[in-house]
């Protein structure tokens, strides 16, 4: 699986990118293998006395095919935006999102998306829940619910394809919600705190998960997050948002192998990560 390897312990500037620094032949070859390319992106929003206020950027930024991105940074930054920017859910107000080579002006096809919540309807069974995203893109069903079958099996629920959400445990529940964002075969996914209601030890279990997941499917991966460890036990690279209006802190390459088990966050090398990202907090007055 690559790793993001733009970039090695760069720190970023208000409008950061991870080709900023490189040769000029350098970048437009990252731009040419690159999942998603963000120049000088911006999100604006009205407020009711006809002002406005800026919630994100500007940010520039390039993530590489296969590579996996965690973001942290304080509450109200703008993280779950990027990532609403990033898919074409919400309009900018300026700046340029390509995905795959492609301009990004509606909700891309080529995105999976998977929220807090999992956002399953109680009425479905596992599987159909699943299928739900080629019923709606008009895909071929009776190919999709075998793949759908497979991707149960992939996240470890192959023997509940047909059990309800209510007899599911929530990180069960989650599972289902990564199959499900991945029945069309996007080639990136974009996580919005996935894990974040579950408990210490069910979240250990499904950090474990996505890692094998990812290394599995091989798809480049956006991961909202509030914790720091988490965020660089799946990264391959961090990137560190400031206070309002977000921007990039720092982007951190984190250089630890990719066969990852939970012992790794016991070792020096993950230690020094922590102490430099947290110190970045420190610096822009985040704690």
């Not at 296969?66 to 107000?93: D, E, W």
């Not at 090398?269 to 947290?278: D, H, L, N, T």
């Amino acid at each position: 699986m690559p790793a993001m390897s733009i970039v090695r312990d760069t720190s970023f500037s208000q409008e950061a990118s991870t080709h900023l620094n490189q040769p000029k032949a350098d970048a437009a070859g990252a731009a040419a293998t690159a999942a998603i390319v963000v120049e000088a992106l911006e999100k604006t929003y009205a407020t009711h006395d006809g002002g406005k206020v800026q919630a994100l950027g500007p940010i520039s930024v390039t993530v590489p095919q296969g590579g996996f991105m965690t973001i942290v940074g304080p509450s109200g930054c703008g993280k779950s935006t990027l990532l609403k920017l990033l898919s074409g859910l919400i309009p900018r107000s300026a700046g340029s999102i390509k995905v795959n080579g492609e301009e990004v002006h509606e909700p891309h096809r080529d995105i999976g998306m998977v929220f807090q919540s999992p956002v399953l309807l109680p009425w479905k069974t596992a599987i159909d829940n699943v299928l739900l995203p080629a019923k709606v893109l008009g895909l071929d069903m009776a190919a999709s619910r075998v793949r759908a079958q497979e991707l149960l099996e992939m996240v470890g629920l192959a023997d509940f394809a047909g059990r309800y959400p209510s007899e599911l445990s929530g990180g069960m529940q989650q599972r289902v919600a990564i199959a499900r964002s991945l029945i069309h075969d996007p080639s990136i996914l974009m996580m919005d705190e996935p894990f974040g209601a579950l408990d210490a030890m069910t979240r250990e279990v499904m950090n474990l998960e996505l890692l094998r997941i990812w290394r599995k499917a091989g798809k480049t991966i956006l991961f909202v997050t509030h914790s720091i460890p988490e965020a660089i036990f799946l990264g391959t690279h961090v990137m560190v948002l400031s206070n309002r209006p977000g921007r990039i802190a720092d982007l951190v390459a984190v250089d630890l192998p990719l066969e990852r088990g939970l012992d790794i966050m016991s070792t020096d090398a993950f230690g020094v990560f922590s102490k430099r990202i947290r110190s970045q907090f420190n610096t822009q007055g985040f704690i």
